[in-house]
């Protein structure tokens, strides 16, 4: 099992910016595909952005050119840095992780490792 721990949510205007922060730990035994899903009220859960166990990224076309995933190996944490935040953006944001590469980097059935969250609220 694999433990998920994430920070860095927080309220902001349109235009603005924040950096979550994802840190794994636990049974690390290869290494991880790690993503980030959000999911805001009444919604299904959604895929933002992935940073696979090969070092290849891919983004929600609704984020690209906006967010952008990256990952520190030896800290086994993840990053995601926010930028031109829209009131759209606003949701609670997951980290999820698995070991090896998944079929679909932004398909939830893919990851078997969620942690608990961190709210993201951007105010117009």
């Known amino acids: 099992q694999v433990q998920l721990v994430e920070s860095g949510g927080g309220s902001v205007q349109a235009g603005g910016s924040l950096r979550l922060s994802c840190v794994a730990s636990?049974?690390?035994?290869?290494?991880?595909?790690m993503a980030w899903f959000r999911q805001g009220p009444g919604t299904d859960r959604e895929g933002v952005a992935a940073f696979n166990a090969m070092g290849d990224t891919t983004y929600a076309d609704s984020v690209k050119g906006r967010f952008t995933i990256s990952q520190d190996a030896a800290k086994n944490t993840l990053y995601l840095q926010m930028n031109s935040l829209k009131p759209e953006d606003t949701a609670m944001y997951y980290c999820?992780?698995?070991?090896?590469?998944?079929?679909?980097?932004?398909?939830?059935?893919?990851?078997?490792?969620w942690g608990q969250g961190t709210q993201v609220t951007v105010s117009s």
């Open positions: 636990g049974h690390i035994y290869s290494r991880l595909s």
């Open positions: 999820a992780a698995r070991h090896g590469v998944a079929i679909e980097d932004l398909d939830v059935e893919d990851y078997n490792n």
